[in-house]
């Protein structure tokens, strides 16, 4: 059968089986090179409460959040997109 998608939609190469995490949103359990990782930065403070400390020289951290999405949540809060059989095969930055 023809392959949809070069990598098979993975990201292991040839390294065997890889371990399972599972989706930040949904709960299912996918394999770690499959899952699509996203970080974001959380804002602890009100932006114009920080707006105002930043002023007057206050450092705010904010910390780094790490999510983990399987495909179909990717697909669904627009982390991925849907293309068509030549863009499927071409490697780079999807975003």
């Given at each position: 059968?023809?392959?949809?998608r070069?990598?098979?939609?993975?990201?292991?190469?040839?390294?065997?089986?890889?371990?399972?995490?599972?989706c930040?949103?949904?709960?299912?359990?996918?394999?770690?090179?499959?899952?699509?990782?996203?970080?974001?930065?959380?804002?602890?403070?009100?932006?114009?409460l920080?707006?105002?400390?930043?002023?007057?020289?206050?450092?705010?951290?904010?910390?780094?959040?790490?999510?983990?999405?399987?495909?179909s949540?990717?697909?669904?809060?627009?982390?991925?997109?849907i293309?068509s059989?030549?863009?499927?095969?071409?490697?780079?930055?999807?975003?």
């Amino acid at each position: 059968m023809p392959l949809k998608r070069a990598s098979r939609g993975r990201q292991k190469g040839g390294k065997g089986s890889t371990g399972r995490i599972q989706c930040t949103n949904c709960g299912a359990t996918v394999p770690r090179d499959k899952a699509k990782k996203v970080t974001s930065r959380l804002n602890l403070v009100e932006h114009t409460l920080a707006k105002e400390l930043r002023a007057q020289g206050a450092y705010i951290a904010s910390p780094t959040v790490l999510k983990w999405y399987c495909i179909s949540c990717a697909i669904h809060f627009g982390i991925l997109k849907i293309r068509s059989a030549e863009s499927r095969r071409q490697t780079g930055r999807l975003r």
